[in-house]
């Protein structure tokens, strides 16, 4: 999700000192930059990971809602967007968990939506903590990957295949005129 100049900015005004060096740390852009080339991302693909973890970190994104957005900022599928949630987790916000903590709860009207009176605080940290990934059922065809780029290959191979259609201009010319026969060459010259 895109959020505005002024939510950002209203973001890191309510950001804690702690919390705020942290995400300007070169520690941070460090674990970002290891977590990238971990799971060989592009360069532009590896500033949507840090752009998406400074979110969480502002507190616009939840961390329970981590793994979604990233999937969808890094059209990705599911389970390589919890992979990677998993080991920046791990890495980026395990280092600033109890901070993250005290901001996801002051930033409560910003980004968590009403909850149920029955959920207690507890339960609400362990879901920060303990974030369940979302795993989307795999099909499977019961081939084998060979089999299936062979059948991959074999239908891209025998599909008519259309161009464009391109438009030439084809007009009728006029034959070329005939020479001038001559019955002696002109350009003799009379020998003396």
Do not use: C
Not at 102 to 123: G, L
Not at 126 to 153: C, L, M
């Amino acid at each position: 999700m895109n959020y505005t100049r002024e939510q950002r900015s209203l973001a890191w005004d309510k950001l804690s000192d702690e919390l705020r060096e942290f995400a300007l740390s070169d520690e941070l852009t460090q674990l970002v930059t290891d977590i990238a080339k971990k799971n060989n991302l592009l360069l532009d693909k590896a500033g949507i990971l840090d752009e998406q973890i400074h979110f969480v970190l502002l507190g616009l994104t939840k961390s329970t809602d981590f793994q979604k957005s990233l999937a969808e900022a890094l059209e990705i599928n599911q389970e390589t967007a919890g992979i990677l949630a998993e080991q920046v987790n791990q890495s980026v916000f395990s280092k600033a968990r109890e901070a993250l903590k005290k901001q996801e709860s002051e930033s409560q009207e910003m980004v968590v939506p009403a909850r149920k009176p029955e959920d207690t605080r507890e339960q609400i940290l362990s879901e920060i903590e303990n974030p369940t990934p979302v795993r989307q059922p795999v099909q499977t065809t019961g081939n084998s990957p060979a089999e299936f780029a062979h059948d991959f290959i074999n239908a891209k191979l025998t599909a008519p295949v259309s161009l464009p259609s391109q438009k030439t201009n084809t007009e009728l010319q006029k034959p070329a005129p005939k020479p001038v026969s001559y019955s002696t060459d002109p350009y003799r010259e009379p020998l003396n």
